[in-house]
C-alpha cells in the first residue's frame, strides 16, 4: 500500500508546493472540467520520501503562523494617484515602494499575454502597475516561490503577496524562517479558475490580443465595475462579476477555508474596509476607498510603521472589521448552483446562462453609480 497520499479536489489549493519540491520531479498537476488542478503521482517515480506530504499545507498545516491582529486600521495611500490607480486604499503600494526602494524584490498577481494571471517578481517602482488591483481570477504560481527562495538566500528583502492559501504553501515550501520575508495577504471571497474567465470572455467577444488589463473595481466610487483597459463594459457583459459574488466559480477548498478566520497566517492582511463607519463614526469622506488593513506581526508591524508618512491610518476595533468582512469569520457558503454552473458556462449561451443564473444586472446596479456620486459629494 502507497504512503503517499495527496490532496483531491476538495482539499487541493494548487499553490504547488508539492510540485516544486519533489526530488524525483514525479508529481503532475491534473487539471478538472472547471480547470482547477490536484496534484498526480508518477508512482513507478516515486521513492516515497514524503516531502510532498511534509509541504502540503492543507496535510501538513502551518498552524503555528496563526495569529491574532494586534492592530486595525482604516487606511489609504496619501497619493492620489496611486490610491485611484488601485482597488482600494492603494496600502500596497506603499509597501512595495519602500521594499523596492531598499533594493528589494515584490511577488505578486499580474497579467501576461493572453490575459492570463500569473505571480510575478518585479524590482522597479513603475512594475508595480503590474501588480496593482484585484484581479478575480486564480493567479498561476510557477516557480514563484522558488525564485522568492533564491532572492531570500541572496539577503535580498522580499515581500511576498497573495491569497492566504498561497502565503501558506510558502511557508511550507520555504520551511526556513527569514528575517528578510515580508508576506501580506487578503481578505479572500474565493478563487474562480482561468478557465472560468476564458470561458466568460469568449462569450462576450473578448479578443485575447485586444486588451491588455481587465478591472474588476470602480476605484472613483469604491466599489464593484468591470471595464477593459478603463473603459467600463456593459452591464449585461459583467455577469462574470455577478456569478463570482454569489459563489457559483470557486474552487472547492475555498468553501472549506482555514484561513477564514480573524487568526492571519502573514504579517500584514490588506481587504476593502466594508461597513466602515455604520456603527462607529467615521469622519472622513470615503469616496476614492478605505483599506482594511490588520497588523498581524511584529515585521508586520515595523513595515506599517516605516510607511507611516505616506499612509492615512485611524486605527479601528477588530469587531468592527469582521462586521463588515464575512470571509475574516466564515468560508463562503457553497451554492447547489456550484454544481452544474462550470458545465452549463460552456455549452449555453450567454443570455440563457445569464437567465438561468439570475445573472442580470438589477434596477440597482443602474442607479448604485448615481447613488455613490451623490452620497460622496455630500462627504466631500
Not at 510607511?307 to 469582521?322: G, K, P, Y
Request: hydrophobic fraction near 35%; charge should be positive; include cysteine.
Amino acid at each position: 500500500m502507497n504512503k503517499i497520499d495527496l490532496c483531491d479536489l476538495t482539499k487541493c489549493t494548487q499553490c504547488l508546493s508539492c510540485v516544486m519540491k519533489c526530488p524525483r520531479q514525479c508529481i503532475a498537476m491534473e487539471t478538472s472540467e472547471a480547470g482547477f488542478s490536484v496534484p498526480s503521482i508518477n508512482r513507478q517515480e516515486c521513492i516515497e520520501c514524503g516531502v510532498c506530504m511534509q509541504v502540503c499545507h492543507q496535510i501538513t498545516p502551518v498552524i503555528e503562523n496563526k495569529k491574532n491582529p494586534s492592530a486595525v486600521y482604516a487606511a489609504w495611500n496619501l497619493d492620489d494617484k496611486i490610491r485611484c490607480l488601485s482597488s482600494s486604499g492603494g496600502v500596497f503600494s506603499a509597501f512595495a515602494e519602500k521594499i523596492i526602494k531598499k533594493g528589494g524584490i515584490v511577488f505578486g498577481a499580474a497579467y501576461i499575454e493572453g490575459l492570463k494571471v500569473k505571480h510575478i517578481g518585479v524590482d522597479t517602482i513603475e512594475g508595480l502597475q503590474q501588480l496593482r488591483g484585484s484581479k478575480y481570477i486564480q493567479s498561476n504560481i510557477g516557480d514563484c516561490y522558488k525564485e522568492v527562495k533564491s532572492n531570500l538566500q541572496k539577503k535580498r528583502l522580499v515581500l511576498f503577496t497573495g491569497s492566504p492559501c498561497q502565503v501558506a504553501g510558502l511557508f511550507s515550501f520555504l520551511k526556513t524562517r527569514y528575517d528578510n520575508l515580508y508576506t501580506c495577504d487578503f481578505v479572500c471571497h474565493g478563487v474562480p479558475s482561468q478557465k472560468a474567465f476564458d470561458i466568460y470572455r469568449e462569450k462576450i467577444g473578448l479578443s485575447q490580443s485586444c486588451i491588455k488589463k481587465i478591472g474588476f473595481r470602480d476605484t472613483e466610487r469604491w466599489g464593484f465595475k468591470m471595464s477593459l483597459d478603463g473603459v467600463s463594459i456593459p452591464l449585461i457583459n459583467t455577469y462574470y462579476l455577478k456569478a463570482f459574488t454569489k459563489g457559483y466559480m470557486f474552487m472547492e477548498s475555498c468553501y472549506s477555508c482555514q484561513y477564514a478566520t480573524e487568526y492571519r497566517i502573514s504579517d500584514i492582511t490588506m481587504a476593502d474596509f466594508w461597513g466602515l463607519g455604520d456603527r462607529i463614526p467615521f469622519n472622513h469622506s470615503k469616496y476614492k476607498g478605505v483599506s482594511l488593513l490588520l497588523i498581524n506581526s511584529e515585521k508586520g508591524e515595523r513595515l506599517t510603521f516605516e510607511c507611516a508618512d505616506s499612509l492615512f491610518l485611524e486605527e479601528r476595533t477588530l469587531d468592527e472589521a469582521i462586521q463588515g468582512n464575512y470571509n475574516l469569520s466564515h468560508a463562503s457558503l457553497r451554492p447547489i448552483e456550484r454544481n452544474t454552473y462550470y458545465e452549463d458556462s460552456i455549452r449555453m449561451s450567454k443570455f440563457r446562462l445569464i437567465r438561468k443564473y439570475r445573472l442580470f444586472p438589477s434596477w440597482r446596479d443602474y442607479l448604485r453609480p448615481l447613488k455613490r456620486c451623490l452620497q460622496n459629494l455630500c462627504q466631500k
